[in-house]
């Protein structure tokens, strides 16, 4: 999996809206991975595996964004039973960003 970030811990923040959980809030960019499967979806293909792999391949500290073209909801449970929590954007008609992350009890993942 390519990571789009750095480990730079000198890195930009993110900062995120009044409406983001205080995990996200100032996020350092170096531990945002993304995945964005619009393309492949829009093809008609499953990004499932793709989104299963990054998942497993991101640091205990990562945070995966997936950028789709709907709100994946039956991917919030299987993500929740390997310990990450999710936030969901919706930035557009067919433009989704959905950030995965383990915070506190989750972090063992």
């Known amino acids: 999996?390519?990571?789009?970030?750095?480990?730079?811990?000198?890195?930009?923040?993110?900062?995120?809206?009044?409406?983001?959980?205080?995990?996200?809030?100032t996020l350092d960019r170096g531990r945002i991975h993304d995945l964005d499967v619009r393309e492949q979806l829009r093809q008609g293909g499953e990004p499932f595996e793709r989104i299963m792999s990054a998942a497993s391949e991101l640091p205990a500290d990562g945070v995966l964004r997936v950028h789709a073209i709907f709100e994946p909801r039956p991917l919030y449970g299987v993500m929740e039973s390997r310990g990450f929590r999710h936030w969901t954007e919706h930035l557009g008609d067919d433009d989704w960003r959905v950030w995965f992350y383990r915070f506190g009890e989750a972090s063992s993942g």
């Open 1 to 25: 999996m390519s990571n789009h970030g750095t480990s730079d811990r000198s890195a930009p923040a993110v900062t995120k809206g009044s409406d983001s959980p205080p995990e996200l809030d």
